[in-house]
């Protein structure tokens, strides 16, 4: 997967944030495996830093495989705090918008470029 901007990575925690409040988030690799396969996933976050990676490596092959938007992020620790959680997470599927529709939709766009 290709290298993507800090813009789209703080983009997207933002996004996470914001649909926490106002939408519907899966936290963790099965609820989010769970929201891409069964085609829910509006937008999908996975942590780079997941030891062992075998735990998330087969997100982003069924992400382009359902046609569902993925962002790789840094760190996990990061992914934990927008999604809400003290601790941190491996991936995070945002399945419903709330708020941070327009926001998902310029991610897609900056994504595809």
């Known amino acids: 997967m290709a290298e993507v ?21 899966k936290k963790g690799t099965n609820e989010t495996t769970k929201a891409i396969e069964r085609g829910i996933a509006k937008l999908v976050l996975v942590a780079k830093n997941v ?7 087969h997100i982003v092959p069924l992400c382009k ?3 569902t938007p993925c ?8 992914l934990g705090a927008a ?11 945002i399945i419903q918008e709330g708020d941070s529709r327009d926001l998902i939709k310029d991610i897609i766009l900056k994504l595809k470029q």
């Open 65 to 67: 495989e359902k046609n």
């Open 5 to 25: 901007s800090k813009d789209i990575i703080n983009n997207a925690y933002e996004a996470v944030e914001i649909a926490r409040k106002t939408g519907k988030i």
């Open 51 to 57: 030891n062992p990676p075998e735990v998330i490596m």
């Open 83 to 93: 999604a809400g959680l003290e601790v941190g997470t491996s991936s995070v599927a």
């Open 71 to 78: 962002v790789e992020v840094p760190n996990k620790e990061e």
